[in-house]
């Protein structure tokens, strides 16, 4: 049985939909203090937020945007599920608790982190859409691999930080104003446009940043025992101390065409280019 939203609600306690029941929120916002229980059918049918601040837990139930937008913002410290079917859409879930939180491995559309914690991934991420992680706001990958789809944006105001897993961007733009931080053997893989013009890249060891497209900004670089990889098959401009405020630990240069010096450069590891590019 369906049931519409037909204006705006808070509730003060629990919500449960039960098993064979369905919530459309139309264009409407349904606040939750209590927890979530989702054991029939959630639907943004029409954008709409449902903001649960307390347990999430679709277990058994489905959660699905079926309209344009939407919003699911998650303030509790503890969700469980996103239920057995998951159909992002193309609405946004959003993780916004003041404290640390578990991101689901799933595949999202736009997902969003914000607020003070640390917000640690649980497996690996899809995203199809635009990621932004908000001022103080903290993406933890860890070991896992992330994936956004071309086309789309990465906005870094807060910190994403990767310790062995890969963060493949596919052509998105990154724009990091806060600080990207590379822990261990972690890579992160821009082969889309890569500006951090007032933030930071911050190595802790030896871990790589792969740059395929332009690159207008290192930020404050901080080199650790880094590789930095020029690897796209246009011609780049390599940024030169000036620019990202500290010297390279090891360059590498690839991928074809020619890679040009903007100014000095100082390179304190090892220097390498495969026999198809021209400096």
Known sequence: TAKTLQGDANIAGNLNIKSGNELNLGNNIITITGTSDIDGVL????GGQFRANGTFDAT???VQFTGPGGSLRLGGSTVTSLGNTFN?????????????QIVLSETY??????????????????????????????????TYNADVATGNNINIDGTLSITTGTFTTNGSTSDINGTLMINGAGTYDANG?????GGNVTFTG?????????????GTFTPGTSTVSYDGAIAQDIVDDLGSKGPYNNLDLDGGEEKNLTGNTTVNGVLSWSANVDM
Not at 43 to 46: A, E, G, L, S
Not at 193 to 197: C, H, K, N, Q
Not at 206 to 218: I, K, M, P, Q
């Open 43 to 46: 639907d943004f049918n029409n």
């Open 60 to 62: 058994g139930g489905t």
């Open 88 to 100: 992002e859409g193309t609405g946004s879930v959003r993780y916004n608790h003041s404290g640390n």
């Open 109 to 142: 559309y736009n997902l969003g982190i914000k607020n003070a914690g640390i917000k640690s991934a649980g497996g690996a991420l899809d995203i199809d859409g635009t990621l932004n992680i908000f001022p103080s706001g903290e993406l933890a990958m860890g």
């Open 193 to 197: 446009e890569f500006d951090a013009t």
């Open 206 to 218: 030896a871990g790589r940043l792969e740059l395929g497209g332009t690159v207008t900004s290192l």
